[in-house]
């Protein structure tokens, strides 16, 4: 299969060197370089195998594309590059909700491109642990059972496994949703509040994931795999995860580094105005949404959320 990843950040790049294994793939970006070296990924030398352009018209070319862009910039590209896109088997990689049209990147992508095939690679992962070859599950969600197995088995390699589904809503918001709770999670820890108080964060989290999605037409069973509580469980207890350290900060109220992109702040944005338009209760994510704003305190957050009425689990 003839792959181009569209996208050099650390996921894009993890992932070239990844599939790599199995063969030629192409990977876009700017500022590529020429010392196959990435910025993103210090250490990691990129193999031979992936060929490194700058010029989109040559990575459009593959039948197979891995849109390995920010949730929040994905409906721009799409925009911009529809006609060179439709019809070809397109992956989306981004973990967020966009904040213009309240969707997830698998609808931004059908709506853009009709003619595409879509699928959505999801699940608890970090970069730098794919880059350095460390075992990985990750989820293929793809509403086509045929091409979601193909995928299956074009991305598998040694060391990264993939479990398919055809539950793509429910696999890309299992994605976007933790980025959330993981905030939440972080200004817990930051605070100083203790594990206990995360604990119970990482078990409502979930619930609000579960209901939203739920809401949305997912099936509950997919927010348990890999796309939901394996991603859940990963980001809200690792300092390698960005939206973690963005939480941890805000809770401790020190600075971040702005350049840093944090796809769980708008996806929070996002969530706390689709879940007023569909009525549905969201409360760790409008707070997170406030927290991120400023229009709250973390002391106020935390006593408005130890205040709500008492109820059964």
Known sequence: MNITILGAGAFGTALAVALSVNGPVTLWGRRLGSDRQSPRLPGVTLPAAINLTEDLDTALNAQCLLLGLPAQALGGFLADHADALDGKTLVSTAKGIDLTHLTGPSSLIAQACPAAHVAVLTGPSFAADIARGLPTALTLACTDPKIGQS???????????????????????GGALKNVIAIAAGIVIGARLGDSARAAIITRGFAEMTRLAVRLGARSETLTGLSGLGDLTLTCTSPQSRNFRFGHALGEGAAFDTTTTVEGVATARAVARLAERLGTDMPIAAMVARLADGTVSVEKALEDLMNRPLKEE
Do not use: C, I, K, N
Request: proline residues 4%; hydrophobic residues 40%; charged residues 15%.
């Open 151 to 173: 995928l299956q088995h074009a991305f598998s390699t040694p060391v990264l496994r993939l479990y398919r589904t055809t539950d793509v809503t429910g696999a890309e918001l």
